[in-house]
Nanobody
Framework: QVQLVESGGGLVQAGGSLRLSCAASGSDYTFSRYALGWFRQTHGKGRDFVAAISWSGSTTSYADSAQDRFTISSDNAKNTVYLQMNSLKPEDTAVYHC????????????????????????WGEGTQVTVSS
């Protein structure tokens, strides 16, 4: 089993910034085997892909809505992945979920394939981000 715990959400004004963190742990968790991603979900809607990062941290992938404003990064020593969100907009308001996808047989350059929910094996409970106008 793998556990993912998100933190760092909160209330921020439009144009502000937040940094989300996701700590991974568990008996089955070896950082080098998993690609990590962030998804977000608004009330009554499905989860949308935001960003993903390869296990090495060398490659990343972003949704169009996150490109140029959000940055995903990882610290393998801490088993933690981050999502730095800048220039936040009210439409960024959502619950943000961290997810881990078993990616042992994928290359770092396959990270752009990890944007679909079924690819991910483990999910965190999420952290609320609210952006006021």
């Amino acid at each position: 089993q793998v556990q993912l715990v998100e933190s760092g959400g909160g209330l921020v004004q439009a144009g502000g910034s937040l940094r989300l963190s996701c700590a991974a742990s568990g008996s089955d968790y070896t950082f080098s085997r998993y690609a990590l991603g962030w998804f977000r979900q608004t009330h009554g809607k499905g989860r949308d892909f935001v960003a993903a990062i390869s296990w090495s941290g060398s490659t990343t992938s972003y949704a169009d809505s996150a490109q140029d404003r959000f940055t995903i990064s990882s610290d393998n020593a801490k088993n933690t992945v981050y999502l730095q969100m800048n220039s936040l907009k009210p439409e960024d308001t959502a619950v943000y979920h961290c997810a881990a996808a078993y990616a042992l047989y994928y290359s770092d350059y396959d990270i752009d394939k990890f944007f679909k929910i079924p690819q991910y094996d483990y999910w965190g409970e999420g952290t609320q981000v609210t952006v006021s106008s």
